[in-house]
């Protein structure tokens, strides 16, 4: 079992930063990579971005890239992600996942974060 907690969500206005932090802990050594995703109001849960734990390649999904950054401490066991330039279409809560295996398909998820951007 891996166990994931979120911090750093909150509310911002348009164009402003926040930086998402998830602290994983357990069985750490058994996973591959970690991610985010967000689900918005009346919306599906959704891909944000993710990274692989060794060599720390990195995905995203398009509406993000440019303005969002995810990033990795192997030493604390936590990822980041670095949210710039944010929208209003960006308000969701933001979960983290980690993944037991190369293919990244996430089977641990933390509780999630609220953020919220106002226009």
């Known amino acids: 079992q891996v166990q994931l907690v979120e911090s750093g969500g909150g509310l911002v206005q348009a164009g402003e930063s926040l930086r998402l932090s998830c602290a994983a802990s357990g069985r750490t050594y058994s996973t591959y990579g970690m991610g985010w995703f967000r689900q918005g109001p009346g919306k599906e849960r959704e891909f944000v971005a993710s990274i692989r734990w060794s060599g720390g390649s990195t995905y995203y999904t398009d509406s993000v890239k440019g303005r969002f950054t995810i990033s990795r401490d192997n030493v604390k066991n936590t990822v980041y992600l670095q949210m710039n330039s944010l929208k209003p279409e960006d308000t969701a809560v933001y979960y983290c996942?980690?993944?037991?295996?190369?293919?990244?398909?996430?089977?641990?998820w933390g509780q999630g974060t609220q953020v919220t951007v106002s226009s």
């Open positions: 996942a980690a993944s037991h295996n190369s293919r990244l398909d996430f089977g641990s």
